[in-house]
Antibody, heavy 120, light 109 residues
């Protein structure tokens, strides 16, 4: 059964870089059937798509975050990662990694989420 | 960017009642690439419906989706206490892909 799990620091200082990794099990990030997403949710608020990395390593980001986001793929470890630079309190959120289906646009497998707080 | 609007914001019903949740898009969603998710407190979202009307694996038949173009509906035919959650719709635009979520409908029982 496919599972995704986020890992990374739970606390980041303002102006620094947020870094998270998602480990995929029961599946391969090399599959062309899927793309690998980050989605975030500020406490008590709705969901915001951050971006995705494809099985080839190509990326597409939310235009509102594009200048600060970098995503990458590690096929040897079946992991993908997120870096968000120059963070502020507004970036405090639960960050989910999620598998996206290439055909239908749905997110069919989600990680449990990782709360990242931006605070000094 | 396609903006999704959901109504009502909150729906308070009794067990056994029918819940009808609406999702309206600011532009036509091509190929009906519209999905619905259920998020219970403290949990990650769970996929319920994809391509507007297809139930995801393991989803009970009392959850159904319908609609096309700009207007979509999620129906829960007979509410159970375990259905208390926030329900989000989500779309994918044409290439370059962009994904947006609606603000959610909270279902209380």
């Amino acid at each position: 059964q496919e599972q995704l799990k986020e890992s990374g620091p739970g606390l980041v200082k303002p102006s620094e870089t947020l870094s998270l990794t998602c480990t995929v099990s029961g599946d391969s990030v090399r599959s062309s059937n899927y793309y690998w997403n980050w989605i975030r949710q500020p406490p008590g608020e709705g969901l915001e798509w951050v971006g995705f990395v494809s099985h080839t390593g190509s990326t597409t980001y939310n235009p509102s975050l594009r200048s600060r986001v970098t995503m990458s793929l590690d096929t040897s470890r079946d992991q993908f990662s997120l870096k968000l630079t120059s963070v502020t309190a507004a970036d405090t959120a639960i960050y989910y990694c999620a598998r996206g289906d290439s055909l239908s646009g749905m997110f069919d497998v989600w990680g449990q989420g990782s709360l990242v707080t931006v605070s000094s | 960017e396609i903006v999704l609007t959901q109504s009502p914001a909150t729906l308070s019903l009794s067990p056994g009642q029918r819940a009808t949740l609406s999702c309206r898009a600011s532009q036509i969603i091509m190929n009906n690439y519209l999905a619905w998710y259920q998020q219970k407190p403290g949990q990650a979202p769970r996929l319920l419906i994809f391509e507007a009307s297809n139930r995801a694996t393991g989803i009970p038949v009392r959850f159904s989706g319908s609609g096309s173009g700009t207007d979509f509906t999620l129906t829960i035919s007979s509410l159970e206490p375990g259905d208390v959650a926030i329900y989000y719709c989500q779309q994918r635009s044409n290439w370059p892909w962009r994904f947006t979520f609606g603000p959610g409908t909270k279902v209380d029982i």
